[in-house]
């Protein structure tokens, strides 16, 4: 007869569950149910649960013998804590089931490099990494990012925010087919003086515009066309 | 057929075995280097793409080269953002396309290596005949065993005029091919060409054709 110990500790606000299995005589099936108000926090080998544990507990097949589960939640501790579920013999399985793939990580490790080896920013240039040897011409114009994608840098975000303003206050004046939203768009625009000078220097504001842009688009495809050798710069280094 | 190239220790010529295996069988070869990809990419998604559920693993295949590859990308950010447990079923996808799939395995010992060997049907390993190698290689080979990739060749890379072959073959219960230093590889290899395009004559070409002949015989058991 398959018997379930339970004893809990609760330590900082975690509850820890320790389950002992007892005169376990013939590989058994077992299922062990969580009865604590709380999610089962399993034990995790490379940041995965161990096999057999799921959000209710732990289901899997032990050989014969004493075994001991554990858990942790943040549920308060109950009388009892977990119970058996389920008990089936299962005389064919020998408790070493096929390697999944998370199996194998699980066992050997994530290959990941760790966040800290990851450059700061790196984490949003999924598309930009590839750009660095993407063809030119496909990577400017094909791809349109969202601003928050391609982040402008600070020193230029000003000027860009300031041609905005002016470009803005522009397009409301053009707009203005009535007397009174001509009349308020010349008030927003701070008077006529203001819209004089801002009339005198449209030409002048949209050649220094197409100035940036062409030697912005210019440096981005010699950027793209010029690949870092880092491997074999390190290797002969 | 998912045939495995590992090795443990890392620069004993992985990724040369691989690349030039894949041309004299005519596969592809995925470079599963997810951290230090070192064969050729080029343009388009990669595997990082594939592993991150960016792109299906036929987008990632390049059938343009001198040899079909699917790269992998070079930037951490994108080894971060990859699920490695995607690549068991990338290799199995490509399995059903492709007669040969060759994996270009990283060094170590870690998911990345062990990952291809669980769905690998046969590893080729390969060390130089330095001692420390040799240790990486047997480990790998008992990794290989456990996972169940059967050992078809050992590869004895950079070895001089006269390899002694029998003791690493007895080492590692598998039969041995060596392959020669050789600078016409070492050629190829820097211009991400296979030996048998530049030197279709040379001892190193002789050496691949002898692998591809035993990888054949694997498949056939």
């Known amino acids: 007869m398959v018997t379930l110990d339970c004893t809990t500790s609760h330590h900082d606000e975690v509850t820890l569950v320790t389950l002992r299995l007892r005169d376990l005589d013939a590989p058994t099936r077992v299922t062990v149910r969580n009865c604590l108000d709380g999610p089962v926090w399993p034990p995790r080998r490379e940041g995965l649960p161990v096999t057999g544990w799921t959000e209710a507990g732990f289901e899997g097949v032990v050989g014969p013998g004493d075994h001991a589960l554990g858990y942790a939640t943040p549920a308060s501790p109950a ?4 119970v058996l579920d389920d008990v089936t013999p299962a005389p064919d399985a020998d408790g070493t089931p096929s390697e999944s793939a998370t199996d194998v990580v699980r066992d050997l490790g994530d290959p990941s490099p760790p966040a800290d080896a990851v450059p700061a920013g790196a984490a949003t240039t999924d598309a930009e990494s590839r750009d660095t040897d993407a063809d030119p011409s496909e990577s400017a114009p094909a791809t349109p990012r969202s601003r928050a994608d391609g982040r402008t840098p600070a ?5 860009l925010e300031a041609m905005t303003a002016r470009v803005e206050v522009a397009e409301s004046l053009a707009d203005a087919d009535t007397l009174p939203a001509a009349t308020a768009a010349v008030r927003e625009a701070g008077g006529l003086a203001e819209v004089r000078a801002l009339a005198a220097s449209g030409a002048a504001d949209e050649r220094r515009l197409r100035e940036v842009a ?7 495809n ?5 690949t870092v050798p880092v491997e074999t710069l390190a290797r002969i280094a | 057929m998912i045939l495995a190239v590992t090795g443990g220790k890392g620069g004993v010529g992985k990724s040369t075995v691989a690349y030039n295996l894949a041309a004299e069988l005519d596969g592809v070869v995925v470079d599963g280097d997810l951290a230090m990809a070192d064969l050729p990419a ?3 998604p990669d595997l990082h ?6 792109a299906t693993v036929h987008e990632a295949v390049r059938p343009d080269g001198p040899v079909t590859t699917v790269p992998c990308g070079r930037t951490l950010a994108g080894a971060r953002a990859a699920d490695p447990r995607a690549l068991t079923d990338a290799l199995a996808t490509l399995d059903r396309t492709y007669r040969w799939v060759v994996v270009d395995s990283p060094a170590g010992l870690r998911a990345d290596v062990g990952l291809p060997l669980t769905v690998a049907d046969a590893a080729v390993v390969v060390t130089t005949p330095s001692t420390a190698a040799i240790a990486d290689a047997l480990r790998v080979r008992e990794l290989a065993r456990e996972l169940d990739a059967g050992l078809c060749r050992v590869v004895l890379n950079r070895t001089g005029s006269d390899p002694a072959t029998r003791p690493v073959a007895d080492r590692f219960g598998a039969p041995v091919v060596t392959i020669p230093d050789s600078d016409a590889l070492a050629t190829a290899q820097r211009h991400g ?5 530049t030197a279709p004559d040379s001892r190193a070409r002789g050496a691949f054709e002898e692998l591809a002949a035993a990888v054949y015989d694997c498949s056939s058991v």
Do not use: I, N
Not at chain 1, 155 to 159: I, K, L, S
Not at chain 1, 214 to 220: G, K, Q, V
Not at chain 2, 49 to 54: E, F, N, S
């Open chain 1, 214 to 220: 062409r030697r912005a688009e210019t440096l981005a």
């Open chain 2, 193 to 197: 060409v296979p030996v048998r395009q």
């Open chain 1, 79 to 82: 009388d009892p804590p977990a």
């Open chain 1, 155 to 159: 020193v230029v975000e000003p000027w």
């Open chain 2, 49 to 54: 793409d594939v592993l991150a559920g960016r």
């Open chain 2, 42 to 44: 080029g343009h388009g």
């Open chain 1, 222 to 226: 010699r950027r793209a066309a010029a």
